[in-house]
Nanobody, 124 residues
Framework: QVQLVESGGGLVQAGGSLRLSCAASERTFSRNFMAWFRQAPGEEREFVATISGSGAITDYADSVKGRFTISRDSAKNTMYLQMNSLKPEDTAVYCC?????????????????WGQGTQVTVSS
């Protein structure tokens, strides 16, 4: 079973940047879509961005489009989320996930494997 480990979270001022990483323990799902989701206290889990196995297809939530960039390095089995122009409303636990089957999805329940998450806090 693949394991996903996130890193790169932290505390940053509004307008700042962070780069999250998600390292996968194996290449079994290297062709599958991976995604970032986030969950703020008291709120439901929210889709952030997704990327295809080749990296050719990406999709973003409207709330982060133009500020966040998702990418992946197949050689390193790692996915990234570059977050720029951060806002206080971006504060959440960010989790990475990979689908167990091929295909695009923005729905959390379609993702089979999840990391534990990394906290991102943006101060005003």
């Amino acid at each position: 079973q693949v394991q996903l480990v996130e890193s790169g979270g932290g505390l940053v001022q509004a307008g700042g940047s962070l780069r999250l990483s998600c390292a996968a323990s194996e290449r079994t799902f290297s062709r599958n879509f991976m995604a970032w989701f986030r969950q703020a206290p008291g709120e439901e889990r929210e889709f952030v961005a997704t990327i295809s196995g080749s990296g050719a297809i990406t999709d973003y939530a409207d709330s982060v489009k133009g500020r966040f960039t998702i990418s992946r390095d197949s050689a390193k089995n790692t996915m990234y989320l570059q977050m720029n122009s951060l806002k206080p409303e971006d504060t959440a636990v960010y989790c990475c996930a990979v689908r167990g089957t091929l295909g695009f999805s923005r729905i959390a329940s379609d993702y089979a494997y999840w990391g534990q998450g990394t906290q991102v806090t943006v101060s005003s």
